[in-house]
């Protein structure tokens, strides 16, 4: 491994949203994507790197949204060619990996900042995820894992209740979860897919959380407890849809529930360490009205919020764990490790001290921050070009309007009060499920019952009255 810690870094990515959090801290950090979202321009108008593919073949759609098909052009290649210097080496990061991705990095010779694709599902499928993490079975619900026409609903109300939740190996967003509410639902669901093996919980009652995590050899760096907002008719089709995330809604929790989540921390710490696993994950929660955590599943990637995640722990001067991340793959050298962490964080960090400093920085990283955000996703069926939208910015609500102030593409442009708003351009696809607009904002957008506030209703409003799918 070369010793420069300015080597370059390439992220590879669809969204550009989806590589922000250190392309201004790192000195030769590179974004490399598929759309030309507003993102591109302001962002390199400050002087980010970043390579659009979109923008440079002078279409909105020049490929079908894929990491894959990035790595399958000509122009990226020569891109990452052109900036990187003699004998260094090409660091590339994903934001998840797979199988074919890694064979194409190993044969470009570039250097993979991500897990195995192997250890990504063992954790990541819901059913392999739960096999394999038998030190945790406790914090889960009771489950049961079978064949949907292996069982029927007299036996599964028996076992588990009569409401329950089906969970298939893959999805996201919510498109592989369903809810059973009576036997009705269940015959139907079992009729659709008779020999589909899934993961049958009980339904617990009780709000969802998010804690985004880094498997590190110095112990578990977390942080960014979040309220997962979920489910809101006007922007998921999915009853279980993640649309966004309050990280102040939190405040509500007490110690013993944060005893348990940092139990399930340490024994995902344990699980995932010891079968090579290093890196980005974020974990979903349920807490019930008792206090009690039960652990939904982890996503072992990076996190959807990790973006926005980065931004705040800046803000509140913690090192990142997407700093972390980086550092696990780039430095197998404890020394190199710690000073890249420390040339461009400055903590004073040495061997002796990283693993204490890491326990304190999770204690401070876990209390609740004025901070939220909201996400838009196609709710139609199938793919569809977006006619019209929001223009990206940052706003107020203003006398009841909303009045852009300035340009902006990130949380770290906005001040409390703000909304910024992040868009896709007109013509472009958009799967279903997939984003078509963004709120964050350094304010909560809930109220203490969990309900949205009426200025992000208002606002959501006004969105949609601007976004229009074709």
């Known amino acids: 491994m070369n010793s420069k810690y300015s080597e370059p870094i390439f992220f590879l990515c669809n969204d550009p949203e989806r590589a922000?959090?250190?392309e201004d801290i790192l000195e030769n950090f590179h974004i490399i994507c598929i759309d030309n979202t507003p993102i591109v321009q302001v962002a390199r108008s400050r002087g980010i790197n970043i390579f659009s593919l979109a923008e440079s073949e002078g279409k909105t759609n020049p490929v079908y949204r894929s990491t894959v098909n990035l790595l399958k052009s000509i122009k990226v290649h020569n891109y990452i060619r052109e900036n990187t210097p003699k004998d260094d080496n090409v660091n590339v990061m994903v934001f998840k990996t797979s199988?074919?991705?890694e064979k194409m990095c190993k044969e470009f010779?570039?250097?993979l900042l991500n897990t195995t694709s192997a250890l990504n599902k063992k954790f990541e499928l819901k059913i392999s995820q739960y096999n394999s993490l038998n030190n945790l079975i406790s914090f889960f619900p009771k489950t049961v894992i079978t064949p949907?026409?292996?069982i029927n609903y007299h036996e599964l109300k028996k076992q588990l209740g009569e409401k329950f939740v089906i969970q298939y190996n893959r999805g996201h967003t919510g498109n592989s979860t369903k809810f059973i509410k009576n036997e009705e639902e269940y015959k139907a669901e079992r009729e659709k897919y008779p020999n589909r093996l899934?993961?049958?919980a009980e339904f617990i009652e009780g709000e969802i959380y998010t804690m985004n995590m880094c498997v590190t050899r110095y112990g578990p760096a977390y942080g960014g407890l979040s309220y997962q907002i979920t489910g809101i008719e006007e922007l998921t089709s999915r009853e279980g849809g993640t649309i966004g995330n309050d990280w102040l809604y939190p405040q509500k929790l007490g110690e013993k529930v944060h005893n348990q989540i940092k139990e399930i921390i340490s024994r995902i710490q344990t699980s995932l360490y010891d079968s090579g696993y290093r890196g980005l994950l974020g974990i979903d929660i349920i807490v019930t009205n008792k206090q009690k955590v039960y652990l939904i599943e982890i996503n072992a990637r990076q996190p959807a919020s990790t973006s926005m995640h980065t931004k705040l722990m800046l803000h509140e001067e913690f090192i990142p764990l997407q700093a972390f991340h980086i550092a696990e793959f780039m430095f197998p050298e404890e020394g190199k490790y710690i000073r890249f962490l420390n040339k461009y964080f400055k903590k004073g960090l040495s061997e002796n001290n990283i693993s204490k400093f890491l326990e304190e920085q999770n204690k401070l990283a876990t209390i609740p921050v004025e901070a939220s955000q909201l996400i838009f996703r196609n709710t139609y069926s199938k793919r569809r070009k977006i006619e019209e939208n929001v223009e990206q910015g940052i706003y107020v609500f203003n006398n009841k309007l909303l009045?852009?102030?300035?340009e902006g593409y990130n949380i770290?442009?906005?001040?409390?009060g703000e909304y910024l708003i992040l868009t896709t351009k007109r013509n472009q696809l958009v799967s279903p499920d997939n984003e078509v607009a963004r709120i964050?904002?350094?304010d909560t957008i809930l109220t203490k019952e969990g309900r949205l506030k009426s200025i992000p209703k208002r606002i959501i409003k006004k969105i949609q009255n601007n976004v229009k799918l074709i």
Do not use: C, F, M
């Open 20 to 22: 922000l959090g250190l």
């Open 99 to 101: 199988l074919r991705i």
């Open 109 to 111: 010779g570039y250097n």
């Open 148 to 150: 949907l026409n292996k």
């Open 198 to 200: 899934a993961r049958i």
């Open 403 to 406: 009045v852009k102030t300035n």
């Open 412 to 416: 770290s442009d906005t001040i409390p």
């Open 440 to 442: 964050q904002t350094l």
